[in-house]
């Protein structure tokens, strides 16, 4: 069986994504799926600007087991199918977003959404109210700025609700700030992270690496 104790963190630059985390007042643990930077290339330099972790809960191993067990990491990297299997899996996924270079909240929250309508509009999932959670979810940064080490937090609920949670540092808050309820629109935030045109392939590899092992033995449990 694999534990809590087994599973390694990850470290991005200088930020620390550990193995398990429990949110404030919250008896559910989330294991870490994996990590890594989201950057672009500047004067042929890539920069790193967030470190990026998804957590999930420990049912989506067994829920990607029947269908992934056995496949290699290179298997996995290679296969959208894969990565959709998470972006779309009947468990609550807790995505950290933290930041290695200052950001202003509008300015992130521009591309993130711009990225976010792109690919809702290439699928046929953008209509009215995907505009309108477009919206509330522009206007939820509206205020932000995010110097180094401070953090967004998405928690995913297979309903489709999205929580965004704000921390000057890597603790989770208690309560969400916002709370936005459109499937399509939660889904295409980890869809940009590393779906078909990830703003992050270095996330696709830890995720592809670290689920490699964990599918070998699909009893996890993190329970404190």
């Not at 067994?62 to 990565?83: E, P, R, V």
């Amino acid at each position: 069986m694999a534990t809590a104790q087994s599973i390694a963190g990850v470290k991005v630059e200088f930020l620390e994504f550990p193995a398990v985390v429990t949110p404030p007042g919250s008896t559910k643990s989330y294991f870490l799926g994996g990590a890594g930077a989201r950057g672009i290339t500047i004067d042929g330099e890539f920069v790193k600007f967030t470190g990026i972790g998804v957590y999930l809960e420990e049912k989506a191993v067994s829920s990607l087991a029947a269908k992934w067990n056995g496949k290699s990491a290179a298997q996995l990297l290679d296969s959208l199918d894969f990565y959709r299997d998470i972006i779309q899996g009947p468990f609550e996924k807790l995505i950290r977003g933290s930041k290695i270079r200052t950001l202003d909240g509008p300015e992130y929250v521009r591309k993130v959404s711009e990225n976010c309508v792109a690919h809702m509009k290439s699928v046929g999932t953008y209509s009215d109210a995907e505009e309108k959670a477009i919206q509330e979810f522009r206007q939820a940064f509206k205020d932000q700025h995010f110097p180094p080490g401070s953090t967004v937090f998405y928690k995913q609920s297979p309903t489709g609700t999205l929580g965004l949670y704000f921390s000057k540092d890597a603790t989770i808050p208690e309560h969400e700030h916002t709370v936005i309820d459109n499937k399509a629109l939660s889904e295409a935030v980890l869809e940009t992270m590393i779906g078909e045109i990830p703003v992050s392939p270095a996330l696709k590899q830890s995720l592809a690496t670290r689920f490699c092992e964990f599918l070998k033995d699909d009893n996890l449990c993190i329970a404190n």
